[in-house]
C-alpha cells in the first residue's frame, strides 16, 4: 500500500515538501480513530484507435480525489491557479501502463490505499508521460485533451473497512489524418465496485 499525501493539489506539495517524502496521514487517522476504507484505482482501455500501436505507455505519478465541492476544470481559483478542493496522492514510484496490454477485460491496478470515509464526484489522474510506438515503428504525438489531467466523472465513496476499486477506462483517440492522438476518458467504462456488495 502506498503512502497517503492529502494536499490540494501536487504543485503545492511539492512547494510545502521540495519532492521529498512526507509523513503519512494513515497511522495518524488511526490514532484519531477516524473510519477508513480502501481505494483501489486500476486502469483499462477501451477499443478506439489502439489498433493503430505496437505500444502506448502511459506514465502515471499519482491521482486527485474531488469532493462534490472540487474544481476539475484545469484552471481554478487557489493561490497556484490550481483547481481548488481536489486531494492529490502521489505514487511512491510512477505507474507505467501499455494500453495494447488493457483492452477488452484487462486492467491493471496502480494504486491501492487506505483513506478516510468520504464520498468524491470525480477521480483524475497525473499522467507525466505518454510514449506511442506505432505498428510501422514510427512515434505518435500523444497527449491529453488541453493538456490537464485524465477527468472521470463518475461519483464513489470510501466506505468503512471496504475496498472500493475504481476502473478507471481511457483510450487514444486518432486525430484527423495526422500521427496525433489524444488520450480521451471512456465514460462508459468507468467501474466501481465495493467488496461489500458481494456479500449483500
Known sequence: MTNDIHTTDRRT???LTGGAAAITTTGLAGCLGDATGTLATSVTD????IGDFESCIVTIEGI??????????????DENGEPSGREYYEFDEPQEADLVQLQGEETQLID???????????LQLDISEIEGTLEDG?????????????????PFEIREDV???????????RQGQTDRYLLRPVPEGIRVHYDDEDDE
Not at 475496498?163 to 483517440?173: C, E, G, L, N
Open 64 to 77: 486527485w480525489l474531488g469532493p462534490d465541492d472540487a474544481d476539475a476544470g484545469d484552471t481554478g481559483d
Open 112 to 122: 491501492e490505499r487506505e483513506l478516510d470515509t468520504a464520498e468524491y464526484e470525480f
Open 46 to 49: 477501451q477499443p478506439e484507435d
Open 138 to 154: 514510427e512515434l505518435a504525438e500523444m497527449d491529453t485533451p488541453g493538456e490537464a489531467p485524465l477527468t472521470f466523472n463518475e
Open 13 to 15: 506539495y511539492l512547494k
Open 163 to 173: 475496498r472500493t476499486s475504481f476502473t478507471a477506462d481511457f483510450a487514444p483517440v
